[in-house]
């Protein structure tokens, strides 16, 4: 069982730089990636970002170059730094923890933080 509490959204100009957090309680020591996730008004749910246990990272087309996912293990804390924000980044965005056990999948959400960029 894990549990996700995302902060750090608001509302943001674009140009402007927002960061999110993450913070993983639980059975932590059986996350096997963690992974940003957001949902704008009328679109699916789109991957983000996602940081594997052993450090790789992989970004959607849409932010790379602009978003940087991290993590803080001492913490139990996921980041991501949104850098250069565009309108188009306007969505909640939730935490996603992955959890492999018996050949089994498990995913974990968090309750989505907002993240609105307006002039």
């Known amino acids: 069982q894990v549990q996700l509490v995302e902060s750090g959204g608001g509302l943001v100009q674009p140009g402007g730089s927002l960061r999110l957090s993450c913070v993983a309680s639980?059975?932590?020591?059986?996350?096997?990636?963690m992974a940003w996730y957001r949902r704008a008004p009328g679109k699916q749910r789109e991957l983000v970002a996602v940081?594997?246990?052993?450090?790789?990272?992989n970004y959607a087309d849409s932010v790379k170059g602009r978003f940087t996912i991290s993590r803080d293990n001492g913490k139990n804390t996921v980041y991501l730094q949104m850098n250069s924000l565009k309108p188009e980044d306007t969505a909640v965005y939730y935490c996603?923890?992955?959890?492999?056990?018996?050949?089994?999948?498990?995913?974990?959400w968090g309750q989505g933080t907002q993240v609105t960029v307006s002039s």
């Open positions: 996603n923890a992955v959890q492999r056990l018996n050949l089994r999948r498990y995913d974990y």
């Open positions: 639980g059975s932590i020591f059986s996350i096997n990636a």
């Open positions: 940081i594997t246990n052993g450090g790789d990272t």
